[in-house]
Structure formats: C-alpha cells, structure tokens
C-alpha cells in the first residue's frame, strides 16, 4: 500500500468491528511491545503473556481513546500499567529468581535471520547482557530505564505513562543509573 | 563543594542530548567534574545509550491476535444486548399488559384489553348457559305444573260430579220420601173415607135390615 492507513482509522474501523484492522493494528506495534515485554520480564513467555494481557487491555480501553495524543503514547501506558502490575505480581509469586538463567537463556534465543555464527551469538548476548542488567533494577526504575532509553519517550510523557510526576521519574532515573553502575563495574571487570 | 545531585537529575537527559542552553551546559559540565556520582551516572547513562542501540529486536512469535481481544468482546456484546434486549421486552410485556394470541390469527394487545375481552366473552358465554339451562328448567317446571293443574282440574270435576250427584240423590230420596208420605197419607186418608163410607155403608145396610125388619114384622 502506498500511503499507509494511520492508527486513527484503524481504530475507528476496529471499534466498529473490523478484526482485519485491529490485527493491522497490533502487528503494526506488537514487536515494539513484546520487546519492551522482553526487556521487562526476562523471559520470553512471560513477554508473551503480558504483550497478550496489554493487547487485551487495549483492546478493551479503545473506546475511551479520543486520540488527543499519539496513539503509540496511550498504548504504551496501558503497557506500563499491566507491567507494573505484572512485575508486583511476579515479585509476590515468585516462579523463578530474576538471578537464575532460564533455559531459554541457557539454550540461547532462536536464532535471528544471520549466516554468521558469531554476530548470531554477538547479538544475543548483547540482548542478555542487557535483559540481565535491567532485572537488577525495581520494577519502577525498569520501567523508566526502559521508556527513556529504549523507548525514547520524554520525561513528560513517561510522567504521563507511569502516572508519577515528573521529578519523580527523574529521580528514578538516577538511582536507576547509580545501580546500574555497579553492574557495569562487575562486567567490565570480567 | 557538596552536590545534591538535582541539576544532573534534572538535565542529564538534554545534556546527553545537546539540548540546554550554554548557562545550564557550564553548569552541568562543573558538577560532572566536581561530583564523583554524578560524572560516573553520566557515563553510565551514556554506555547504557550505546548499549540500548545494540538491542536486536526479537521477532513476535505466532500467537493469535484476535482470539485474545475481539472474539470475547463480540461475544460478550452479543450477550449484553440479548440480555438488555430481552430484559426490556419483559418489562414492555409486564407493564403494559401485552397480550399475545393465536386463538383467531395473532392479536397483539396492550393493557389487558384481550383478557378483558377474553373475560367478558367468558362470562356471556356462562350467561348464554345458564339463560338455556334456566329456560329448560322453567319449561320442565311449566309442563309439570300444567299437568298438576289438569289432574288437580278432573279431580276437582270429578268430586264436584259426584257432590252434584250426591245432592240430586238426597233432592230425589227427599222427593221422593216427600211423595210417599204424601201418597200414605192420601191413601190412610182414602182409607179412611173408605171406611168411613164402608161403616156408612154397613150403617145403612144395617138401617136398611132393619127397616126391612121392622117392615117386615109389621
């Protein structure tokens, strides 16, 4: 398609009962948020669980989205609130420590779309070094780590997202830098 | 100098970026390199930049985008409204006393007319009934009593017959009693007479002898 249909009609033919639009409209954003997902949870069916509880939620919200703002901002607040949600509730019901490798990560991830072994093992590992720095933060500081670095939201619009002032996502910010340090400090040093 | 960290916390994100003006930047540029926190946060949020851009997307798995959004809301309107459409027909039926029937054609009625009707037709229908029954009972009644009449009526003719009978029987035997003491007593009287001119005969016959008698022995 020449130009593509914006997230507003899509929306408007999903509320009206179009599935064609609403799967246009969740392929159209799902990688984006089942590697947010990703970098949330450490694991890959948690990520799918709550990419699915986000989508749903979504879904079910999309009657009161009045597209005042962009689409990708709404949706991804509703992502950050199932996520906090999600992380207190593993925290709660812990399955499995955020210090042990799943195996998943043991086994490594599905290969990505490379003939060369060594950028396919470059790029995962990045990936967990990653998702291995990000569980050794609180689920809130996760969270403004993952909007202002991967995301690449604005304070303002991560205030908006996780319902916190803006001096607060700042400070969470910081502490989240200053507990990163530490992790970076012990894989330098390996 | 002491640093509370708040200018770092507040603009490392548009100093990474190269967004603040040049009074703020010199500002942040003295406490990175007054302040040992603040200049290693700096560097992290910088390497953790550099790492970020290194993140290799991961592709979706297969999952199924509709079944866990669409399907149960359609089925969950189509059962709102069928309930709400149901729950308000009941209550349309309740207060305004619909009435359905079939008896002669559909017939829809509001306000109870069709029982009313229905209870008026019942009761003519009752009325028509008992106006029939009552009719045979009174001719049943009638005839009964016309016979008691006509039997009562012989009865009485038949005892005033004999009455009137029994009268002329007395008027007879009084007529009749009448007549033979009348007749018993003319024939006592003619008996009488009879004597009477039988003695007077005798006398005579006996005067006559003896006048004979004396005329003879004269």
Redesign the interface.
């Known amino acids: 398609m020449l130009f593509p249909i914006s997230d507003e009609t899509l929306i408007s033919r999903a509320l009206n009962?179009s599935?064609q639009s609403?799967?246009k409209l969740?392929?159209r954003y799902?990688?984006l948020v089942?590697?947010y997902c990703?970098?949330m949870t450490r694991n890959?069916h948690d990520a799918?669980d709550l990419?699915?509880e986000a989508?749903?939620s979504?879904?079910?919200n999309l009657p009161s989205y009045r597209g005042e703002g962009q689409f990708k901002t709404w949706m991804m607040r509703i992502t950050a609130n199932k996520t906090i949600d999600f992380l207190r509730h593993s925290r709660r019901h812990p399955q499995q420590s955020l210090d042990e490798m799943s195996e998943e990560e043991r086994q490594g991830?599905?290969a990505?779309d490379s003939d060369n072994p060594y950028q396919v093992y470059a790029?995962?590992r990045?990936?967990l070094?990653?998702r291995g720095?990000m569980a050794q933060l609180v689920p809130e500081q996760r969270l403004v780590?993952e909007l202002?670095?991967?995301q690449h939201f604005t304070?303002e619009e991560i205030a908006f997202q996780t319902g916190v002032p803006v001096?607060t996502v700042?400070?969470r910010?910081?502490a989240a830098?200053?507990k990163?340090?530490l992790q970076?400090e012990v894989q330098h040093v390996m | 100098m002491s640093c509370d960290?708040q200018l770092?916390?507040?603009y490392?994100?548009a100093y990474i970026k190269g967004t603040l003006d040049p009074v703020l930047r010199k500002k942040c540029d003295e406490a990175l390199l007054q302040c040992g926190?603040c200049h290693?946060?700096h560097a992290?949020?910088l390497?953790?930049?550099h790492?970020?851009g290194?993140?290799?997307?991961?592709?979706?798995?297969s999952?199924h985008?509709?079944r866990?959004?669409?399907k149960p809301?359609?089925q969950y309107n189509w059962l709102s409204w069928t309930a709400l459409a149901t729950s308000c027909l009941t209550l349309v039926l309740v207060v305004g006393k619909v009435e359905v029937s079939a008896d002669r054609g559909l017939m829809i009625s509001f306000g109870g007319q069709q029982s009313e009707a229905r209870v008026q037709a019942r009761v003519a229908q009752q009325l028509e009934m008992f106006r029939t029954v009552e009719k045979q009972v009174l001719e049943t009644r009638f005839a009964d009593f016309s016979q008691k009449q006509n039997s009562a009526n012989l009865l009485l003719l038949a005892d005033w017959q004999n009455r009137n009978r029994q009268e002329r029987r007395q008027d007879m035997e009084f007529l009749m009693t009448s007549w033979e003491r009348q007749r018993f007593q003319d024939r006592r009287q003619t008996d009488e007479r009879l004597s009477y001119l039988a003695q007077n005969q005798i006398d005579s016959d006996q005067y006559l002898n003896e006048l004979l008698r004396t005329a003879d022995n004269r």
Request: hydrophobic share 40%; with cysteine.
């Open positions: 009962g599935q609403w799967v969740v392929t799902e990688k089942y590697n990703l970098r890959s799918m990419m699915q989508f749903l979504i879904y079910r991830f599905p990505p790029q995962q990045h990936n070094e990653i720095m780590v202002k670095f991967f304070f001096n700042k400070s910010l910081y830098l200053q990163l340090k970076l | 960290h770092i916390t507040d490392l994100d926190r290693e946060c992290r949020a390497e953790f930049c790492l970020s290194q993140w290799e997307e991961q592709d979706v798995p999952w985008r509709v866990y959004a669409v809301r359609q």
